[in-house]
């Protein structure tokens, strides 16, 4: 498949908005459950796009290539950074960082919730989850029938019990966010219809977006958080068309961008280090300004993700570039 400029703003976007998310202040509200649901859950749709079954073999080379691509960076990181958590993290962090047994972030890694040392990292556990159970349904499934399977799969959370185990590897996520993979996977021909080639269209794509986003800030407020976290995907769907859309419009308007296209390449890095720079310029700016400049600062807390966005390219590049170890990548393939 050749690269898709629009896929490279689509990534750019949702990692701004990750980043945003993650950047202080955090409200516990539900524009940040918007906010939310506006990054990660569609990093699963892109890759559900590009996710193509026809090019695999079979089952165990398929579950090689995404190990490579996904398990060997969440090791590598998590290694790195649990080094540094043990030598100088939990002492910068404070009293409840030291309370965290020394093993219990093994523990984490082990059952594919790296919350102590790696958060974000979730969601490449959940991807590497998704991915594994969605090949079988794409195999033995075609047409549209395999978005039906994952809403299915994403509603059962209305009944399965709540139990630990169901959380290793998230395996609750990876259930919850599959419809949105499989939109993008097994929908090609709509997708082409996601932009604003006619005014029936756009005016159709905003009306959904509103109904999505409507959904996404009211439901957390007025009804039971745990339906609204359930439904909270097929909320996203409604404002894919218009993401899309937007995204597409930039492709025509812009063409390719070299700096989106380098952020969506290096994702998994800046999924792993924009934490530890959001503490770190939070640490600094609080020095400076007081911690108190942070409270309800909207302003800053954008001027901050921008930051992040910008320092952390080329670290991201250089990590692309000459420690492709890192990524499950050989050396090779450093210049595409």
């Not at 039906?148 to 059962?156: G, H, I, R, T």
């Not at 934490?275 to 310029?281: A, F, M, P, T, V």
Request: charged share 15%; net charge positive.
């Amino acid at each position: 498949m050749n690269r898709k400029a629009w896929l490279d703003y689509m990534k750019f976007i949702a990692m701004f908005l990750v980043v945003v998310y993650h950047t202080p202040p955090r409200y516990d509200n539900a524009h940040e459950v918007a906010l939310f649901n506006m990054g990660a859950p569609v990093f699963f749709f892109a890759a559900g796009y590009l996710f193509n079954i026809a090019r695999q073999k079979n089952f165990f080379s398929f579950l090689a290539h995404r190990a490579r691509q996904i398990l060997v960076p969440y090791t590598t990181f998590f290694i790195i950074f649990y080094a540094l958590w043990l030598v100088v993290g939990r002492r910068m962090a404070g009293p409840e960082e030291q309370a965290i047994g020394l093993y219990e972030p093994l523990r984490q890694f082990v059952q594919g919730t790296p919350d102590v040392v790696l958060g974000p990292f979730w969601f490449l556990a959940a991807l590497f989850t998704m991915q594994v159970i969605y090949y079988p349904i794409r195999k033995f499934l075609s047409g549209a029938w395999p978005l039906v399977a994952a809403l299915l799969l994403s509603l059962s959370l209305f009944v399965l019990p709540d139990v630990p185990c169901f959380r290793w590897w998230n395996l609750d996520k990876a259930f919850l966010y599959m419809p949105i993979y499989a939109l993008g996977n097994c929908c090609h021909p709509l997708i082409e219809k996601f932009d604003f080639a006619t005014v029936g269209r756009s005016l159709l794509w905003l009306l959904c977006a509103a109904l999505g986003l409507g959904f996404l800030i009211v439901a957390p407020l007025n009804i039971d958080r745990d339906v609204a976290y359930v439904l909270a995907p097929e909320a996203v769907i409604l404002v894919l068309p218009l993401y899309t859309a937007v995204c597409k419009a930039l492709e025509r308007w812009h063409g390719t961008s070299h700096i989106a296209q380098g952020v969506a390449i290096t994702g998994i890095t800046y999924l792993a280090l924009q934490n530890y720079l959001i503490g770190i310029i939070k640490m600094v700016v609080g020095k400076v300004a007081g911690a108190a400049v942070f409270d309800d600062n909207i302003l800053l807390k954008v001027a901050v993700a921008v930051a992040v966005m910008v320092i952390l390219y080329p670290m991201a590049m250089f990590v692309e570039r000459y420690l492709p170890f890192l990524l499950g990548k050989p050396y090779r393939q450093r210049n595409r």
